[in-house]
């Protein structure tokens, strides 16, 4: 067994394992609480966008933009509704494209960087089609063999490239649906001395999404809006990195949020943003152990599953078993089973993002939010905070993570997002409110 496992291993670890550290000193068994679920190509969850990630994550529900490719394709049809027109000092906008970069796991890591590229075009009155790219680069690794020689340098990458359209499918309502391609390449084809081939991951998944929006409203004397949107996303095939044919799945998942629009006056707007999340693979399972907590096997080698369901399913299991498969207990230290119970475990599994957004002027923002993950299935807890900037057809927007905890992996994360808007100055003629 060469070293490249162990660095392949590494890169899993720091990539795909949410991080979980810093805890309560009275909460003395959160390790053996733990139960992460891991999937293949997680940077495909990494919000790309300074705006949604000022707002702690949300962005299902938001008023559209170029990013929207991301977090909800079906906005984009409202892009030119006459109310978000307004919002924006009247500017419509036939075409915007958005590019974002972001150091990642800077605390960690120096090299890691994720950059996003994402760009739409109206079509007619209420259709769009979109597309995206996102790259995401792991630094360089040096793989070496048992004994330490060099082999190679390598520089890990993935990236993803979708394409989309959304339109209205009734007077309040849109949907959208966006195909994507994957790539993921951590080992550069290297064979292990065991006879084992590394090759590049690869997968096609779908996006299916809907938002909604009200009417307006007066809320305290103020016209308001309500939105809700949906997006299950990453909806794919399995990904393999072996000739083994051995296959992860990859990060399906389900966002509902809502947003709340409340016009001050011509010059100041608020925007409130709750967003939920839930990956839709299947928990890992609880494997039965000895009293010395040694994992227990049947006769054919295979482990026993103490609690939950087998992993090794298909695509559509997975996805609609993601809801009822949670194990519910875990082992003590004195290798006893403690009950958690199903219920509350996959309640644990619900993330939670919310956000504040102010406009003066249509021209200055100032962001905030918070991000919720529970201890047990990552630990990603921390405020945002950022700002944004638009003078004529370009939009600045900058944000920073603030972690809850000390020496948090996500620690120093800056994003930063340039946007074009073409097509602005016209006022919009679309849908009323």
Known sequence: MTKLLFIVACIVSLVVRPYAQNLNANNTDFTLQLNTITTAVPFLLIAPDSRSGAMGDVGVAISPDANSVHWNLSKLAWINDMDYVKERGGDKQEFGMSLGYSPWLK??????????????????????????????????????????????????????????????????????IAIRYIFSNLTGGITTQGGGTTKPGQSVAADINGFWRSRAMDIGGKESHVSVGFNVSNIGAKMSYTSTQVRDFIPANLRLGSALDINIDEMNLFTFSVDLNKLLVPTPPVISRDNSGQPMQDIDGNYIIEAGRDPNVGVPAGIFGSFTDAPGVYYDDNWDLQEIGKFKEEMREVNLGAGLEYWYAHRFALRGGYFYEHYTKGNRQYAALGAGMKYKTLEIDLSYLIPTVQQHPLAKTLRFTLKFNFGSGNQGDTKES
């Not at 680069?137 to 979708?162: C, H, Q």
């Open 107 to 176: 605390a960690l890591v120096p090299d890691i960087n994720l950059a996003y590229l994402s760009g739409f075009k109206t079509i007619g009155r209420d259709q769009v089609v979109a597309a995206s790219l996102r790259y995401f680069s792991l630094g360089n690794i040096t793989f070496t063999n048992d004994v330490g020689d060099v082999i190679r340098d390598f520089k890990p990458n993935e990236f993803a490239f979708d394409v989309g359209y959304t339109r209205m499918l009734s007077e309040r309502f849109s949907g959208g």
